[in-house]
């Protein structure tokens, strides 16, 4: 059963940092590529950031350029988030999914939640003072 499991959110200050992790069971991570996104309230879900199977491509949302790294460990099947610098407009739920890259994941479309098959629950992100 493939299973995404997304942890690492909670309440930080402006200005402060924190580290999402994705972890992946059920299938071979190293043969994905793995998708960031978020979906704040009364918003459509957007696109964070995107990691390619070998980790060797990456991509970032203009939001969130400069600011976040996404990074991955295929050994843990595990795929991170590091979020510094945070603004109150990153507020919302943070969600990750998955699609084998041999199944034709197109990069240039990284941003649509169509790209992907499997999705985690979320957690929770939420900047304030």
């Known amino acids: 059963q493939v299973q995404l499991v997304e942890s690492g959110g909670g309440l930080v200050q402006p200005g402060g940092s924190l580290r999402l992790s994705c972890a992946a069971s059920g299938f071979t991570s190293d043969l994905y590529a793995v998708g960031w996104f978020r979906q704040a309230p009364g918003k459509e879900r957007e696109g964070v950031s995107c990691?390619?199977?070998?980790?060797?491509?990456?991509h970032y949302a203009d939001s969130v350029k400069g600011r976040f790294t996404i990074s991955r460990d295929n050994a843990k099947n595990t795929v991170y988030l590091q979020m510094n610098s945070l603004k109150p407009e990153d507020t919302a739920v943070y969600y990750c999914?998955?699609?084998?890259?041999?199944?034709?994941?197109?990069?240039?479309?990284?941003?649509?939640?169509?790209?992907?098959?499997?999705w985690g629950q979320g957690t929770q992100v939420t900047v304030s003072s």
């Open positions: 999914a998955a699609n084998m890259e041999l199944l034709g994941f197109d990069f240039g479309s990284w941003y649509l939640v169509s790209e992907y098959h499997y």
């Open positions: 990691i390619s199977s070998s980790g060797g491509t990456t």
